[in-house]
């Protein structure tokens, strides 16, 4: 590793608060599927900036459309009229059953939108008393005070935040039983991620989808989905919601819509979107005219080079090959899982060893849970990138001893 790298991460050591676990990587440009590091060493990007860069990094006609955008408007807040953002909204309307959006800057702002858009509906439409929001154990929504609580997890992530906001009930994953028991005089909704990305890529059931919808009904509660990861082709259809054949009363997206530039959105139903009105709810920078004409472009991309079908292909792919890496090593590899190119490699032991020795063969993937390998590669990949980074976890596991 090159002094330069050295020297980076000194800079950042005075500069920059502690937050981040980084990876030993400065990366200083990239293309395509590919990330180059301070000395040019090309890396294969099974990451794409945590599912962020769905089309490839720094393509030119996203650029190009960045450029014009930015020579003609770039921001005059939410107080005006703006032909970018309602173009955007057409487009995603048009992919879904929602009727309404509003737009953010980030997932976890737009989960905390659905979150306040659940309960004020509640209480300002239906005039009922509602306001707990159920969550699934193992579910990831976010970093705000509001959607860290309904995070389904423990630990560092929510340790020395307290007190928390109130109102968030999180139950086992799969647990009918455990789902129905929490359901109260003040639920409002059950939040779910239809694959959950952080939690170790674990799909939801279909029985337990089904089961989940039938409960909103019986109960007269909102059904929120989290598709700030799995929207956006990831897993093979526009939204991931669309596999199980629902329509979700609030739904949120982010990471690919723009393609690396910040944007969260909160979609709804014309009906659910009566709990909004002017004062309720903000946003100085969410929807502004380069972020809405560069997302507007990558829709169009995601239909025209029908990205959701070549995400499901390449997802397929990816499944096989890691399954023929688990039949050759069933003592290490416990299981795959995934839908489309949200897709998990389970260990059957600390996995970071593995990450890091694939890292060092210069594929570049993610670590979650301990002992599962995240693939989330721009829906650009090639079969033959999936070989070789599969060749790569095979000549690992060779050496690996347990």
């Not at 721009?378 to 060779?398: G, H, Q, W």
């Amino acid at each position: 590793m090159s002094n330069k790298f050295d020297e980076i991460k000194e800079r950042e050591s005075n500069l920059l608060c502690n937050t981040y676990g980084r990876y030993p990587l400065a990366v200083s440009k990239a293309k395509g599927c590919k990330l180059y590091d301070l000395d040019g060493e090309e890396y294969l990007d099974f990451l794409s900036g945590i599912a962020v860069c769905s089309l490839g990094h720094s393509r030119d006609d996203l650029a190009d459309v960045m450029a014009e955008q930015a020579r003609q408007l770039v921001h005059v807040s939410n107080l005006f009229y703006q032909e970018p953002q309602l173009q955007l909204a057409e487009k995603l309307l048009s992919t879904c059953a929602a009727g309404k959006i509003f737009f953010s800057n980030s997932g976890a702002e737009a989960n905390e939108g659905a979150i306040k858009l659940a309960r004020r509906y509640m209480r300002t439409v239906r005039e009922e008393d509602r306001y707990e929001i159920i969550t699934l154990e193992k579910s990831f929504h976010g970093r705000t005070l509001s959607t860290l609580t309904a995070t389904g997890q423990t630990g560092p992530i929510k340790d020395g935040f307290s007190p928390l906001p109130e109102g968030f009930v999180t139950v086992p994953f799969g647990n009918v039983n455990a789902l129905r028991g929490a359901i109260g005089k003040n639920t409002a909704a059950i939040m779910i991620e239809m694959v959950q990305g952080e939690g170790g890529v674990r799909p939801l059931p279909s029985d337990y989808v089904n089961d989940i919808v039938a409960l909103c009904k019986e109960n007269g509660l909102l059904l929120i989905v989290d598709e700030v990861q799995t929207g956006v082709c990831r897993t093979g259809r526009f939204w991931a919601h669309q596999h199980y054949g629902i329509v979700p009363d609030i739904f949120t997206s982010a990471k690919a819509l723009a393609n690396g530039l910040p944007i969260g959105a909160v979609l709804c139903s014309d009906e659910v979107a009566k709990g909004f009105s002017p004062g309720s709810h903000a946003t100085t920078f969410g929807g502004g005219g380069v972020v809405s004409a560069v997302a507007s472009k990558v829709v169009d991309i995601m239909l025209e080079e029908k990205m959701a079908e070549r995400a499901f292909e390449m997802g397929s792919f990816a499944a096989e090959e890691a399954e023929k890496l688990r039949a050759k090593h069933p003592d290490k590899i416990v299981g795959t899982r995934g839908l489309g190119l949200l897709f998990g490699i389970e260990l059957s032991f600390p996995g970071n060893d593995v990450w890091k020795s694939l890292l060092d063969q210069k594929m570049v993937c993610n670590l979650t849970q301990g002992t599962i390998l995240r693939l989330v590669p721009p829906l650009t990949i090639e079969k033959e990138n999936i070989r070789t980074f599969m060749a790569s976890l095979d000549s690992i596991l060779e050496t690996i001893e347990i």
